[in-house]
């Protein structure tokens, strides 16, 4: 009879089965996702999944839709945005607080913005459990510009849209960037715009 696999042996595979073949290769994102710990941020009916390759759905289904993505496309998504420890970065969706958790140990600083009351509350005290001090979540719809209209490095959607917002381009920098997955199943696509002026963005 097989033993069962320890987490780091799960997180190991994880890594290396699903994540490093979807072309995640920089050694400081793979030990990212070694060291931030994924179970803490799943929810407890489907702690056991946290490594599987598969979206997982959000605790509260007061909101219809809302779930994990999949652990290589969280890490892909990471990667492809190349943020620097310098930047600010707003998070759209903060669904379990785990691509938040990631954002925050690249960047500076991170807003992260959630409709739904209980998660965002769940994964405000999940990432302070943890140890995450530069993550704010607050709740708020994404959709509704800020009031204090900043503007930020990075922006990443964290769950699907119809269409990317025309506000959220306004709120990046000049050469920031911003990720988004389009559509709905089966055709999501990921999507990466950059600001190049303040009047051009590809």
């Known amino acids: 009879m ?6 780091e042996r799960l997180r190991f595979n994880m890594i290396e089965q699903q994540i490093r073949p979807w072309d995640v290769l920089e050694s400081d994102i793979l030990e990212l996702l070694a060291e931030i710990h994924r179970e803490d941020y799943v929810p407890d009916a489907h702690r056991t999944l946290s490594f599987f390759d598969m979206e997982l759905p959000l605790p509260d289904g007061s909101v ?11 890490a892909r998504t990471l990667q492809d945005l190349h943020i620097q420890k310098h930047e600010s970065v707003l998070e759209i969706g903060t669904g379990s607080g785990f691509m938040a958790a990631l954002l ?13 009351p ?9 990432l302070r459990s943890n140890g995450v001090t530069n993550v704010e979540v607050r709740h708020a719809d994404g959709a509704v510009p800020l009031a204090s209209g900043p503007s930020f490095d990075v922006i ?7 269409r990317i917002p ?26 990466f715009v950059t600001r190049t ?6």
């Not at 097989?2 to 987490?7: A, E, F, K």
């Not at 925050?104 to 739904?116: D, P, T």
């Open 2 to 7: 097989n033993p069962t696999p320890t987490l």
């Open 64 to 74: 219809p839709g809302e779930f994990m993505l999949s652990p290589k496309v969280e």
């Open 104 to 116: 925050g140990a690249r960047a500076a600083q991170v807003l992260s913005l959630e409709i739904n």
């Open 118 to 126: 209980v998660l965002a509350a769940r994964a405000a005290e999940t």
């Open 156 to 162: 990443v959607l964290s769950g699907s849209v119809a």
């Open 166 to 191: 025309q506000n959220l381009l306004g709120s990046l920098k000049v050469g920031g960037r911003l990720s988004a997955i389009v559509g709905d199943e089966p055709m999501m696509r990921a999507h």
């Open 197 to 202: 002026s303040e009047s051009k963005w590809d």
